[in-house]
């Protein structure tokens, strides 16, 4: 099976931030990566996909990179409704979530 | 507009079983894979299996082989997830997630609102 390690578990930050969220798969996958957002109480809602994509309505302030092992998320100019936990997934082999990373404001 | 709307929520006892459905609607049922993740209390979410309901075909996390099961009434384009011999451990909330693979990358795109099971003596 394919682990995915997100880093930091958690994070505070103040509005206006810039955020970044790492995540490593045990092997590579290529660009099968895809990012989560979820808010208390809500389901998942797809961010971005393949890597570096953003989902069709998803604010300009969030991107992606990363290929093979090492992907990270960034939020630039961090907003108050992006309180929330982040969750990496990869498609490459099966399918598998990171742990998530909990994005707190300050 | 594309729904998934699940059941409602579902308490146990250890040992018994658990089936919780998923209605789509808004898009043609039997040409997207449906996937089935958990949430238990306070922690990540974890991916349990995938049905499509063209082929009738599935995969599934190693964990869950042999005790889970994702039937599915196309006729009603009405997708279930079927877990039996529930221990505390099952407890989590339980979504239905529609797969895209029209880019080239498979996401889930469309999410249900989630059934929280509970299994307690």
């Known amino acids: 099976d394919i682990q995915m390690t997100q880093s930091p578990t958690s994070l505070s930050a103040a509005v206006g931030d810039r955020v970044t969220i790492t995540c490593r798969a045990s092997q590579s996958i290529g660009n099968y990566l895809n990012w989560y957002q979820q808010k208390v109480g809500e389901a998942p809602k797809l961010l971005i996909y393949?890597?570096?994509t953003l989902q069709n309505g998803v604010p300009s302030r969030f991107s992606g990179s990363g290929s093979g092992t090492d992907f990270t998320l960034t939020i630039n100019s961090l907003q108050p409704e992006d309180l929330a936990t982040y969750y990496c997934q990869q498609s490459y082999i099966s399918w598998t979530f990171g742990q998530g990373t909990k994005v707190e404001i300050k | 507009q594309v729904q998934l709307v699940q059941s409602g929520a579902e308490v146990k006892r250890p040992g018994a079983s658990v089936k919780v459905s998923c209605k789509a609607s808004?898009?043609?049922?039997?040409?997207?894979?449906m996937h089935w993740v958990r949430q238990a209390p306070g922690q990540g979410l974890e991916w349990m299996g995938r049905?499509?309901?063209?082929?009738?075909?599935?995969n599934s996390a190693q964990k869950f082989q042999g005790r889970f099961t994702m039937p599915t009434d196309t006729s009603i384009t009405t997708a279930y997830m079927e877990l039996i011999n529930l221990t505390p451990d099952d407890t989590a909330v339980y979504f239905c997630?529609?797969?895209?693979?029209?880019?080239?990358?498979?996401?889930?795109?469309?999410w249900g609102q989630g059934t929280p099971v509970t299994v307690s003596a």
């Open positions: 049905f499509n309901p063209n082929t009738g075909g599935t």
């Open positions: 393949g890597a570096s």
């Open positions: 997630a529609r797969e895209d693979a029209d880019n080239y990358v498979a996401t889930l795109d469309y």
């Open positions: 808004g898009y043609t049922f039997t040409n997207y894979y």
